[in-house]
């Protein structure tokens, strides 16, 4: 993707968002140069967490199709995971593009609620996993949907209207995407690797390749490390 593409991803859906009367951390709107020097400094964790802007199209140069936009809020920590206390649960804030693809995934860990903070239906397409972790194309699949349980057909799709959200296992293959409009998602979650612990059907990546035809109007989580060197 080009950072001029990204840019301009950025700054609507931001519009977007705040369309719905959410509002994002102040950090969102620190420049490059002061994001870089806070996490140096006092905001270090934005790091270690990984919290920020992240736009991606998996490395498919295809975003109006296959892409998600996403901003982690907070996460804990592994270590956190390991002792049993601290901040275990993290939280993001996505928007799902009408008929943009984010594609079938699971997680080796994370159990996540994804649900429609407002828009458009948000549409799932949910498998179940066999003994080994893959789609299992036969069986059905069980999920909560605010506290409900409804099970499904392999590969059927559910679809969440504003307000409305579902819970996710680890052993829940899924994809999803807005259907009839743009969609705002939420995500609560115990704590993400986004860098470990995506497992996808297909063979893709989690994180765009980034032409810098212009300057970053706000960095995204993938470009710390580059900017910390």
């Known amino acids: ?12 859906s931001d519009k977007f968002i705040s369309s719905f009367g959410y509002v994002m951390p102040p950090f969102a709107y620190w420049t490059p140069a002061e994001m870089t020097q806070r996490l140096r400094g006092d905001s270090a964790e934005i790091l270690n967490g990984r919290l920020g802007w992240d736009i991606t199209d998996y490395g498919q140069e295809n975003f109006k199709d296959l892409g998600l936009f996403l901003f982690t809020t907070r996460n804990g920590q592994q270590a956190n995971i390991d002792r049993g206390m601290g901040m275990l649960y993290a939280e993001k804030i996505m ?33 179940a996993a066999d003994a080994d972790g893959n789609i299992d194309e036969s069986a059905d699949v069980s999920v909560m949907t605010d506290a409900t349980e409804r099970r499904l057909k392999a590969g ?7 307000g409305e959200s579902v819970t996710l296992h680890p052993n829940h293959w899924h994809a ?6 743009d969609v705002l998602i939420g995500e609560v979650s115990n704590v993400n690797d986004d860098l470990t612990d995506n497992i996808f059907r297909d063979p893709i990546g989690r994180f765009s390749n980034i032409n810098e035809d212009v300057d970053p109007v706000h960095l995204l989580v993938s470009d710390y490390d580059n900017w910390l060197k």
């Open 156 to 162: 059927e799709h559910l679809a969440l209207a504003p």
């Open 1 to 12: 993707m080009n950072r001029s593409e990204i840019n301009d991803i950025l700054l609507e």
């Open 95 to 127: 928007i799902s593009r009408e008929n943009q693809i984010s594609p079938m995934h699971r997680h080796n860990f994370k159990t996540e609620d994804i649900i429609n903070r407002g828009g458009a239906t948000l549409v799932i397409e949910l498998f």
């Open 176 to 181: 999803f995407w807005g259907e009839g409009g």
